[in-house]
């Protein structure tokens, strides 16, 4: 259980093949564990790898929880404000949850896995969260963090290059997932990601981690796959407004209006709270240093932490660290 554990600098079941792959040697902390910021001297080129063709990037260091038993779906629903019951096996879900007062605390995707099997993926530790609203029901939460490395193969031709590893990526919808062989290493395929591209995740077993990463940078070889860090992925997200977490991409223009981008992330967010009927209300205003975005059922309050340029957007774009979210 990472939880437990004393603080301390790791490094993932992806670490030792990737680290082979960077001539930088240039990491970052996520979550207690070393995250390369690039692999080359020019994350541009990771960024055009990921939207011109296919790259990968090492998401082990999310926390993942699996929740089990025949009330599981109901206790999640009960704490997301995503109404899960909709969720039917072998389909994924973005969603947020709040504390008592309605301030959003995390974001995440719950990947249902069988009738009574789900599992949630975080940023930050939700363990002592979550197990705090278990009252009542058949329900067992566990942190399996440490049993499992994930990695995102993303971009147009990502398919391709796992069709030839992982048939079941053919058919697979966006946000559905399956359960397949990797090279003989079972592995959980979902059509996700937070590259805004076409992409994949692949859920191992971490003492097989460096098997599938072969047989997949191998099959990506005549792709043109290359690994990716955080500085090309924060593009990415940025250039295709994508949520981050725990910030998320407002995209600002010279003269200071939001771009349609900003009204994509509000009408992601509203679905999610109205069932799926996407209301478009925004109010945007200033106050000192800190600016607040607005809309029907939502408010979050940050200051500028981050800005950078989208190559597609062609214009600067501003990352918002929240000092809170407002649910109403």
């Known amino acids: 259980m990472r939880e437990d554990r004393p603080t301390m600098i790791r490094t993932t079941p992806f670490h030792e093949r990737l680290t082979e792959l960077n001539d930088q040697h240039l990491f ?7 995250s390369a910021l690039r692999f080359s001297h020019a994350p541009k080129h990771e960024y055009f790898a990921v939207r011109n063709a296919v790259g990968v990037f090492d998401t082990s260091p999310l926390f993942k929880y699996q929740v089990t038993g025949p009330d599981a779906l109901d206790f999640l629903s009960g704490v997301v404000v995503r109404d899960l019951s909709v969720l039917r096996p072998g389909r994924a879900a973005y969603t947020l949850w709040c504390d008592d007062r309605g301030f959003v605390m995390e974001d995440g995707v719950v990947f249902r896995q069988s009738e009574n099997e789900l599992v949630m993926t975080a940023a930050r530790p939700m363990l002592s969260w979550l197990t705090s609203h278990l009252h009542r029901g058949r329900v067992v939460v566990e942190d399996v963090s440490d049993e499992y490395a994930m ?12 069709a030839g590893l992982v048939p079941e990526v053919m058919d697979l919808p966006y946000f559905g997932l399956s359960e397949a062989k990797l090279a003989k290493v079972p592995v959980t395929v979902s059509r996700t990601g937070y590259t805004g591209d076409l992409g994949f995740e692949l859920t191992v077993p971490a003492e097989d981690a460096v098997a599938v990463l ?7 070889r005549p792709h043109g796959l290359r690994p990716f860090g955080e ?5 990415l997200r ?5 949520p981050g977490s725990p910030e998320t991409m407002w995209s600002m223009t010279e003269s200071g209006s939001s771009s349609p981008s900003r009204t ?3 009408a992601l967010v509203t679905a999610s709270l109205t069932r799926g009927r996407p209301r478009r209300s925004v109010a945007s205003s200033r106050r000192g240093s800190a600016s607040t975005r607005s809309v029907r059922g939502v408010r979050r309050r940050g200051s500028g932490s981050d800005c950078g340029m989208g190559p597609i957007l062609s214009h600067p774009a501003l990352t918002l660290s929240p000092e809170a979210y407002l649910v109403w």
């Open 28 to 34: 970052t902390h996520w979550s207690g564990y070393l």
């Open 238 to 242: 940025i250039d295709d407004a994508e």
């Open 264 to 266: 994509r992330w509000s």
């Open 231 to 235: 500085e090309a992925l924060m593009t």
């Open 214 to 220: 072969d047989a997949v940078l191998e099959a990506g």
């Open 151 to 162: 990695l995102a193969v993303q971009g147009p031709r990502s398919r391709d290059v796992l």
